[in-house]
T-cell receptor
Framework: DTEVTQTPKHLVMGMTNKKSLKCEQHMGHRAMYWYKQKAKKPPELMFV???????INESVPSRFSPECPNSSLLNLHLHALQPEDSALYLCASSPGTRSSTDTQYFGPGTRLTVL | QQPVQSPQAVILREGEDAVINCSSS?????VHWYRQKHGEAPVFLMILLKGGEQKGHEKISASFNEKKQQSSLYLTASQLSYSGTYFC??????????FGQGTILTVHP
């Protein structure tokens, strides 16, 4: 089973709202990732969690706050977002923490619209 | 610095072949290929770990020339299901994948 699940599938929020995106995997993977993808662009890495610890933050604005409560779960907390933050947010996981040898498996994504 | 893919778009008829190229100015530890259909998640196709490595899966194969930091994805006897955006991505040692800009492949009946 190589499934990564994400909820919700779609989210519409105002600029003053607080919302959260959720990602789950039950493959025993030790690394989890958040990516942002704008239309017709490649995914851009936001955060990497390795063994439940934040290992990479790609200079993401503080209005995005990641959390990894356990090895199977990854959240992305959203607060005071801007319309330009509207995008597809993808979660991925990999068995280990070295992308040179590990495959990342992607979830279906959350389509976020900020009004 | 992201890998550069060429061509940007390809249009094929069913049964035709295509090659998508990926090159990097940075040394790559590995090359990963993904296909993404509209509105869906990227789906892993294959990973090439060593220079000169070639891999194949049914009618889709790939090669990696480590010396030139180039990889190519070969699609033979294309099917309608091959349509989508193909991304190559370069792997580093610390968990980061950098994706190319993508190649849009359209297969017509």
């Amino acid at each position: 089973d190589t499934e990564v699940t994400q909820t919700p599938k779609h989210l519409v929020m105002g600029m003053t709202n607080k919302k959260s995106l959720k990602c789950e995997q039950h493959m025993g993977h030790r690394a989890m990732y958040w990516y942002k993808q704008k239309a017709k662009k490649p995914p851009e890495l936001m955060f990497v969690y390795s063994y439940e610890k934040l290992s990479i933050n790609e200079s993401v604005p503080s209005r995005f706050s990641p959390e990894c409560p356990n090895s199977s779960l990854l959240n992305l907390h959203l607060h005071a977002l801007q319309p330009e933050d509207s995008a597809l947010y993808l979660c991925a996981s990999s068995p280990g923490t070295r992308s040179s040898t590990d495959t990342q498996y992607f979830g279906p994504g959350t389509r976020l619209t900020v009004l | 610095q992201q890998p550069v893919q060429s061509p940007q778009a390809v249009i094929l008829r069913e049964g035709e072949d295509a090659v998508i190229n990926c090159s990097s100015s940075k040394a790559l530890y590995s090359v990963h290929w993904y296909r993404q259909k509209h509105g869906e998640a990227p789906v892993f196709l294959m990973i090439l770990l060593k220079g000169g490595e070639q891999k194949g899966h049914e009618k889709i194969s790939a090669s990696f020339n480590e010396k030139k930091q180039q990889s190519s994805l070969y699609l033979t006897a294309s099917q309608l299901s091959y349509s989508g955006t193909y991304f190559c991505s370069g792997g580093t040692s610390y968990g980061k994948l950098t994706f190319g800009q993508g190649t849009i492949l359209t297969v017509h009946p």
